[in-house]
Antibody, heavy 119, light 105 residues
């Protein structure tokens, strides 16, 4: 059974960076297209970026370009999302998610990681 | 970018009622439209993919329809455990609708 297990909550100061991890169990990361979605408190879901298997590249939502980097460590089956120049508006729960059964939908999600940006 | 307009933003209905949520895309997205359910403090859960396909294990009271720009999500008989926020998502540029919070009247 495929599971995505994320790292724990983080508290960061404005201007800092945060790196959230998402470990794959029950499958191999190289076989998955990993994406990241965030949700500010009381707000909706916001897609940040992810791997496009058709192009073989990681694509980022325009809003986050230049501030977000998504990487993978295939030796540990762990995906990472790093967001820099943090501001209070980045306070949110960050989820990793994948289209495991290749149905053009996110059918497997991590449990979420709360990132709080506060001085 | 493709914009998704979801309505209503919230609704209140009685147990057993039929509930309908709509999602409109700013341009033709064929049937690349998914529906998710999110309960408080939990990750979203996929219910419907490709506009009308029920995800494995999801109760048959949930259904979806539509193509092109206009889509509908229906709960045929609302149950207490269906209290949640529902989101549409288009799989062209992966954006989500604003969500619909469903409450029991």
């Amino acid at each position: 059974q495929v599971q995505l297990v994320q790292s724990g909550a983080e508290v960061k100061k404005p201007g800092a960076s945060v790196k959230v991890s998402c470990k794959v169990s029950g499958y191999t990361l190289t076989e998955l297209s990993m994406h990241w979605v965030r949700q500010a408190p009381g707000k909706g879901l916001e897609w940040m970026g992810g791997f496009d298997p058709e192009d073989g590249e990681t694509i980022y939502a325009q809003k986050f370009q230049g501030r977000v980097t998504m990487t993978e460590d295939t030796s540990t089956d762990t995906a990472y999302m790093e967001l820099s120049s943090l501001r209070s508006e980045d306070t949110a729960v960050y989820y990793c998610a994948t289209d495991f059964t290749a149905i053009h939908a996110f059918d497997i999600w991590g449990q979420g990681t709360m990132v709080t940006v506060s001085s | 970018d493709i914009q998704m307009t979801q309505s209503p933003s919230s609704l209140s209905a009685s147990v057993g009622d039929r509930v309908t949520i709509t999602c409109q895309a700013s341009q033709d997205i064929s049937n690349y439209l998914n529906w998710y359910q999110q309960k408080p403090g939990k990750a979203p859960k996929l219910l419907i993919y490709d506009a009308s396909n029920l995800e494995t294990g999801v109760p048959s009271r949930f259904s979806g329809s539509g193509s092109g720009t206009d889509f509908t999500f229906t709960i045929s008989s609302l149950q207490p455990e269906d209290i949640a926020t529902y989101y549409c998502q288009q799989y062209d540029n992966l954006s989500f609708g604003g969500g619909t919070k469903v409450e029991i009247k």
